[in-house]
């Protein structure tokens, strides 16, 4: 089984994968997490093999000036290492004042292979608090995660992963999200902007037919074939990824 241990949101969206799977622990992941960099891609820089193989992307917006909205955004794009990955998104919003709006939406992609992974622990969490505001105050808080795994031997960067037209695209969408605050649009068609930049990720993903490195060290695994035979007589690899997408919205 490829995820062995996870735990989606709290909250489903229509279009979510649910997994029926074991709960997920939260002392196992710590609130903060170093990380080792590789060249930097269209999505900041990749993090590999971290301390303990943990990624966290976390985002808080806290209004406490009278009509004045605060609204926050972050994106994440990471690759795990085989064996046992944690990924953390969370995004929190909170109003103190009166007439004030407070919007925080996390936004956190991991990607991995299937082969020699042990487990996936996951954390995507929405929290919004306008308990301490006028009536008239609105905590908007949205996790959005999508886990992506290959069935290569190691896991892939974008390069390997997606061609050049797939990486516009994502590099179009990433920049999209990070231009929310300044788009003038209201809460409900955020929140719907958002709906559709999370399902176009997950298509292109999905989609993405990664291509085999050149180096004869870089194989599939056997077990990863399908039903059939190639061009050359033995078996044909799986080359779709497996996509799951978590949505827990405040």
């Not at 649009?185 to 085999?212: F, G, P």
Request: charged content about 15%; some cysteine; aromatic content about 6%.
């Amino acid at each position: 089984m490829l995820l062995k241990t996870i735990n989606g949101a709290r909250r489903w969206r229509p279009g979510a994968v649910a997994l029926t799977l074991a709960a997920f622990i939260p002392s196992a992941i710590p609130a903060t997490a170093s990380a080792s960099t590789v060249p930097p891609s269209p999505f900041g820089q990749y993090t590999s093999s971290p301390p303990e193989n943990v990624f966290v992307n976390n985002v808080k917006a806290v209004a406490r000036t009278s009509g004045h909205p605060v609204f926050k955004v972050k994106f994440q794009f990471r690759v795990g290492a085989p064996g046992t990955i944690r990924a953390v998104n969370r995004a929190q919003a909170l109003t103190t004042c009166n007439g004030c709006d407070a919007i925080a939406i996390g936004f956190q992609v991991v990607t991995t292979t299937s082969h020699d992974l042990a487990a996936i622990h996951l954390l995507n969490a929405g929290t919004a608090d306008s308990s301490a505001c006028a009536p008239d105050c609105n905590a908007v808080a949205d996790a959005y995660q999508v886990v992506v795994a290959t069935d290569t031997q190691y896991p892939l960067t974008l390069g390997w992963f997606v061609n050049r037209r797939q990486m516009s695209d994502l590099s179009r969408i990433r920049s999209e999200f990070l231009a929310l605050p300044r788009s003038g649009l209201s809460i409900s068609q955020v929140q719907s902007k958002c709906e559709d930049l999370v399902d176009q990720v997950s298509a292109i993903l999905a989609a993405s037919s990664y291509r085999m490195a050149d180096n004869a060290s870089f194989t599939r695994p056997s077990s990863s074939a399908r039903h059939g035979v190639d061009a050359a007589g033995g078996p044909t690899p799986r080359r779709e990824p497996i996509v799951k997408v978590y949505r827990d919205i405040r």
